[in-house]
């Protein structure tokens, strides 16, 4: 088992809201996590065809059945959707008891609609994330960071056979979920265009382009692209925009949220067969993105992130924007501190208005290589930077 960086901010939301609500992609540890976080509770999985029966004759006397148990953890809640309007009225019978019920699900659309029509102001959400370094880095199965880079952050993918798991569980997702979930999309489609991405990880997107070679339309192709975002396999970083009189670059990078996934359509199966393949460098900025970004969730919950691009190619791969100060993160596969990558940031720098800059690569250590820049290995930024 791993630890989670989400357990302090799950159990502060549970002193603070009656209900939270989890989400997450399927199988990334939200039952684990919550079992883990109120050993107590009674947990109840509405996807089992009787439970979910029961639920649907009558969830509000299921959930008040519940009433003597110190809590009840509800998994895969958007199987019943009829399960949200009858928690407002358990909720509204005894509204001091706080994290009486923990709701996990994996469809990010149908959970966020139930809890807006029915628990706004009674809920907490958080979201969990695959495993950042950090936390694959721990625990009784401890994994290095090549090894998680390699075969993603989903626990069973970094334990076993990750191109395996990832057939079964695009093979679930595409064909059994995404209809459930009231999605119109053919699943040999929706694998195609997930090929087509890997294959354009850590690009620009350009929709139109991309919809004509799948022969849809621009619209159309947005429309599955939300549907990727919403089960949480799809990230489209936003470019930062500021009133600097440069030509910048408008279109939104695409990156697949789990390396594991993105080598397993690429068919890589081995560390030797990722260091000789052309998708290495886009392959370790997107890893290196989403492990900052997975640990930004719980540090700094409000940080918004962007990239930036001119029109001439000067490029910071990743733009934090925490609120009262900005950071800039440029990401190398290979050594950092060359003087060109130094150069191209402190001339950026003041574009983005960025207290200061991070260049992040393979080597060892930490080092300033210049005015507000340091150059630092991955594995001093698992232990905190940038």
């Known amino acids: 088992m791993f630890p989670r960086l989400a357990l302090p901010a799950l159990r502060a939301a549970a002193a603070g809201f009656p209900v939270v609500v989890v989400l997450g992609a399927r199988q990334v540890g939200k039952t684990t996590l919550a079992r883990t976080a109120f050993a107590n509770h009674r947990y109840v999985d509405l996807e089992d065809p009787r439970t979910a029966a029961?639920?649907?004759d009558d969830a509000r006397f299921e959930l008040d059945a519940a009433a003597d148990a110190s809590g009840l953890i509800l998994d895969e809640a958007q199987a019943v959707p009829a399960v949200f309007a009858a928690l407002r009225g358990a909720v509204d019978a005894q509204r001091s008891r706080h994290g009486r019920f923990i709701v996990l699900g994996s469809a990010q659309p149908?959970?966020?609609r139930g809890v807006s029509e029915s628990l706004a102001g009674r809920a907490a959400v958080l979201e969990l994330d695959p495993l950042t370094a950090h936390e694959a880095g721990q625990g009784s199965d401890a994994a290095p960071w090549q090894q998680l880079w390699l075969r993603g952050g989903f626990p069973d993918a970094l334990r076993g056979d990750f191109r395996s798991w990832w057939e079964s569980?695009?093979?679930?997702?595409?064909?059994?979920?995404?209809?459930?979930?009231?999605?119109?999309?053919?699943?040999?489609?929706?694998?195609?265009?997930?090929?087509?991405?890997?294959?354009?990880?850590?690009?620009?997107?350009?929709?139109?382009?991309?919809?004509?070679?799948?022969?849809?339309s621009h619209h159309a192709l947005l429309r599955h692209l939300d549907v990727l975002e919403a089960v949480y396999l799809l990230r489209r970083l936003p470019p930062y925009f500021r009133n600097v009189g440069k030509r910048l670059t408008k279109a939104p990078k695409v990156y697949l949220r789990d390396t594991g996934l993105l080598h397993h359509l690429l068919n890589i199966a081995t560390a030797d067969e990722l260091a000789a393949h052309p998708v290495r460098g886009a392959s370790w900025e997107g890893f290196v993105i989403e492990d900052v970004l997975r640990r930004e969730r719980w540090a700094r919950p409000a940080t918004q992130a962007f990239f930036w691009r001119t029109a001439a190619g000067a490029e910071i791969d990743l733009v934090l924007d925490r609120g009262g100060e900005r950071v800039a993160v440029e990401v190398k596969a290979g050594r950092g501190d060359d003087a060109r990558a130094v150069r191209t940031l402190r001339e950026a720098l003041p574009d983005v208005d960025a207290a200061r800059a991070w260049i992040v690569d393979q080597a060892p250590g930490v080092q300033a290589v210049g005015a507000r820049i340091a150059r630092a290995g991955f594995a001093e930024v698992v232990q905190g930077a940038p």
């Open 54 to 56: 029961r639920f649907r």
């Open 110 to 112: 149908a959970l966020v």
């Open 169 to 216: 569980y695009l093979r679930l997702l595409l064909e059994r979920d995404l209809p459930q979930y009231g999605v119109r999309a053919d699943p040999l489609f929706m694998h195609r265009l997930l090929t087509m991405l890997a294959h354009q990880h850590g690009g620009l997107l350009n929709a139109s382009a991309l919809g004509g070679s799948l022969g849809v």
